[in-house]
């Protein structure tokens, strides 16, 4: 099963550019990556889904190698508000399930 | 679009009462998701359907839990009894691409068992 691993949490000043790394060793040949954020007392949101190289959209950017083994989403120039919990997701068997999730703490 | 629309937002409930979640999803999607999240364990999924047809419900906690979907417009999650440790922020989620992962998610619904 493609078992996901994401840093626990991971600080940022506004105006950077953040760079959030997920492992998944397992992934099967047909997965997609997908990532969500998570503000307070709200449901995850969709973000980005890729399958291989590289996905662009106005929110972010989702680099994948070729071995598909990880998978890295990118958010350009952030601002407070993207503080949240990112998630990447990937199909594990017939289900969905989400790791941990990554806490991205933004400050001015 | 109205997005996934879950009811109650919040409810509060004594221990061995039964409790009922429902679940809009998105027209036109064919694929729904509950899923329970609590700071110990994370997002776990309940069950997953597919045109209306349970697939997968082996997160289902016990024989208390149960979900229906009647129709493509309406799902429910049941809880009878409910204990305290079923307290969490129970979501619904629907999808038009099934398991290849682009999930829409409602506001959920906080459950608190006293």
């Known amino acids: 099963l493609a078992k996901t691993t994401q840093p626990i949490s991971m600080d940022s000043y506004e105006g950077q550019e953040v760079n959030i790394t997920c492992s998944h060793n397992?992934?099967?040949?047909?997965?997609?990556i997908t990532w969500y954020q998570q503000f307070p007392s709200q449901g995850p949101r969709f973000i980005i889904q890729?399958?291989?190289t590289k996905v662009t959209n106005e929110v972010a950017s989702l680099f994948i190698p070729a071995d598909r083994k990880s998978s890295t989403l990118s958010l350009p120039r952030v601002s407070l508000s993207d503080t949240a919990v990112y998630y990447c997701?990937?199909?594990?068997?017939?289900?969905?399930?989400f790791g941990k999730g990554t806490m991205l703490l933004v400050s001015p | 679009d109205a997005g996934v629309i879950q009811s109650p937002r919040h409810e509060v409930t004594e221990m061995g009462q039964e409790v009922t979640l429902r679940c809009k999803p998105i027209?036109?999607?064919?694929?729904l998701f509950w899923y329970r999240q609590t700071m110990m364990r994370g997002l776990e999924l309940l069950i997953y359907?597919?045109?209306?047809?349970?697939?997968?419900d082996s997160g289902m906690p016990e024989d208390r839990f149960s979900a229906k979907m009647p129709n493509a417009s309406f799902s429910t999650l049941k809880i009878q009894p409910s204990e305290p440790r079923d307290s969490a922020v129970y979501f619904c989620?629907?999808?038009?691409?099934?398991?290849?992962?682009?999930?829409?998610f409602g506001e959920g619904s906080r459950l608190t068992v006293l």
């Open positions: 397992n992934i099967a040949t047909n997965d997609y």
């Open positions: 027209s036109g999607h064919n694929s």
């Open positions: 989620a629907s999808s038009p691409t099934g398991l290849r992962g682009e999930l829409f």
């Open positions: 359907f597919n045109n209306n047809v349970p697939i997968d």
């Open positions: 890729g399958y291989k």
């Open positions: 997701l990937v199909v594990q068997g017939s289900t969905l399930t």
